[in-house]
């Protein structure tokens, strides 16, 4: 099992940047790939960035692409979201998401791990 904590959301004006972090605790963090989703009101989850085990393969949504940077800490079993340049279409709430087994993805369906999500506003 793992257990996955997000944090570092909230209000911000467009252009502003947020870092959302995600806290894991369990099972072995440093062998899973992770990913970052968002869902917002009415829309169904989509895919944000992800990164392999090592951090040395990364993969965002064209929609976050030169804007977000996802990291990660073993050391510290943490991933990290870096948001920059944030826009009003990026509000959503933010779920971070780990494999037991596989390279990073962007599908939702690889994932067997989930965060409870924090919340990103960003007014215009």
């Known amino acids: 099992q793992v257990q996955l904590v997000e944090s570092g959301g909230g209000l911000v004006q467009a252009g502003g940047s947020l870092r959302l972090s995600c806290a894991a605790s369990g099972r072995t963090f440093s062998n899973s790939a992770m990913g970052w989703f968002r869902q917002a009101p009415g829309k169904e989850r989509e895919f944000v960035a992800a990164?392999?085990?090592?951090?040395?393969?990364?993969y965002y949504a064209d929609s976050v692409k030169g804007r977000f940077t996802i990291s990660r800490d073993n050391a510290k079993n943490t991933v990290y979201l870096q948001m920059n340049s944030l826009k009003p279409e990026d509000t959503a709430v933010y779920f971070c998401a780990a494999r037991k087994y596989g390279s990073a993805s962007g599908s939702t369906g690889a994932y067997e791990y989930w965060g409870q999500g924090t919340q990103v506003t960003v007014s215009s």
């Open positions: 990164i392999s085990w090592s951090g040395s393969i990364t």
